[in-house]
């Protein structure tokens, strides 16, 4: 059985596909940060913590290589979420979270980006690319999971049919999960990438009048981080099925948590991606 949103029976609703909610909530994005005199104290370090609460803000952040990527409080299930960055830096942490009852369908996707993602982009990134240009996209993630809810920590990597920086991508969603608390199986079939196991599940959702395809990799032994992940091969067995197509752009390289209850406490160490 299919229900509405065309994914599997018994597995809960994507977050995506309402892009009247989200570009109204965008215009909230320029009060996203609470302002540097406001930042608190970091730890030993004499560093500083700022908080990003408002639904939707987002802050630019750089490795100490000075990179740049986005911290965005993906936050669309009207409910309190604050995102707390230390030093500017490629992390982030859910300090706070409301809801411990399960929703239907996610709430929040708290996240960390290169590339471009609802008119908001990293500087200087080499995305949106054509996928058949792509060099050798790479990504290395740390996460820490001491949280109790409904989540997952996944990778999130959008592709659309033509060149765009904002609004619902029509090509496909390719997400890459690395670890989930409380959340059943998609799908049983298994693939090996990268010298480990995934389970591996796809369906075409459709919703507000867009449709695209949905990609899900899972890890079948989960892990808390990757170190110098291909996404290469991904996307490879993606256009061998025929789920991307090679003239497709790949708008965007995201990495954070789809929270469907809970989740404080769940935060990004570290973050690095390049295409």
Known sequence: MINNDSRPAGFPALRH????VAAAL???????????AAAIGGGGGGGTVTSVCKPLGHLTVKNRQGVASVVRNDNFGGRPECLTVSELGPNFTVSQQAGDQAHRTVIAFPDIFTGCSWGVCAPRSALPAVVSRLRNPVTSWTTAHAAAGRWN????????????VTGQADGAELMIWLSARDLALASKRVVRIDHAEWYVAHWMPHRNGASWGYIQFRRVHAVAGVSGLQLAPFIKLAEQRGWIRPSWWMLNIEAGFEIWSG????????FAARA
Request: glycine residues 8%; charged residues 15%; hydrophobic residues 50%.
């Open 17 to 20: 596909g309402l892009p009247v």
């Open 26 to 36: 965008a215009l909230l994005s320029t009060l996203a940060v609470i302002p540097p």
């Open 153 to 164: 920590a996944a990778y999130d990597i959008w592709f659309a049919k033509r060149r765009m």
């Open 263 to 270: 989740g404080r406490g769940l935060a990004t160490r570290s």
